[in-house]
């Protein structure tokens, strides 16, 4: 099956710093989404991005599926934003199930 | 706005209990998944869902089984609690192949 990796694994940041996060993916997939767990646990969707750029206020992301990464930009961070980061991949084909990354922790401090 | 409800957010059962987690998803979606996340280990799938009464494993079924028997609810059954099971488990749901997976708040178990 299709290989989800994400880096870095661990970020630290002060807040109103950028940052990137990587996400790279074995295989050609058919949908490809960012999800930020926060300090509860839930996974709260942040894009669906099969191919091209999206933007929701401070965050965007892009996606070349022909190289088959993704990345996830976070502008002016704020402490808000910790947490754990996480892209989900479906391989080209059909598949049901989406394979995630390990994550990417985010600590922004004050 | 698609709703996955898991039943309990923390959740402290003993040794030996059988334990249910329940989760609900309000969108009429096929397709639904139990994964369970430790530390260091990411999202593990257990078990998925992509039709009432039809499930399949994932890549840590051992310990774990379902039940679909409505469309709207999935249910992750532990036949008798290990320590090991400590864990925090996420429910998702999404309408078809390769579309919009959505989770639910997750279900902290500890097995005590």
């Known amino acids: 099956g299709i290989q989800v990796e994400q880096s870095p694994p661990d970020l630290i940041l002060q807040e109103g710093a950028n940052s990137t996060l990587r996400c790279n993916f074995s295989?050609?997939?058919?949908?490809l989404q960012w999800f930020h767990q926060n300090p509860w646990g839930q996974l709260i969707n942040l894009f669906y991005?099969?191919?091209g750029t999206k933007q929701n206020g401070r965050l965007s992301a892009t996606t070349v599926a022909t190289e088959r990464y993704s990345l996830l930009y976070i502008s002016s961070s704020q402490t808000t934003d910790s947490g754990v980061y996480f892209c989900?991949?479906?391989?080209?084909?059909?598949?049901?199930?989406?394979?995630f990354g390990r994550g990417t922790s985010l600590i922004v401090h004050p | 706005d698609v709703k996955v409800t898991q039943s309990s957010r923390y959740l402290v059962k003993r040794t030996g209990e059988k334990v249910f987690l329940e989760c609900v998803q309000d969108?009429?979606?096929?397709?639904m998944f139990w994964y369970r996340q430790d530390p260091g280990l990411g999202l593990r799938l257990i078990y998925f869902?992509?039709?009432?009464?039809?499930?399949e494993k994932g890549d840590i079924p051992e310990g774990y089984s379902v039940s679909r028997e409505k469309k709207e609810r999935f249910s992750l059954i532990l036949e008798s609690a290990s320590t090991n099971q400590t864990s925090m488990y996420l429910c998702?749901?999404?309408?078809?192949?390769?579309?919009?997976?959505?989770f639910g708040q997750g279900t902290r178990l500890t097995v005590v």
């Open positions: 989900a991949a479906h391989q080209s084909g059909g598949s049901y199930i989406p394979t």
């Open positions: 869902s992509y039709d009432v009464k039809m499930k």
């Open positions: 991005i099969p191919s």
């Open positions: 969108m009429d979606h096929e397709n």
């Open positions: 998702a749901s999404s309408y078809g192949a390769n579309t919009e997976a959505f």
């Open positions: 295989d050609s997939v058919n949908n």
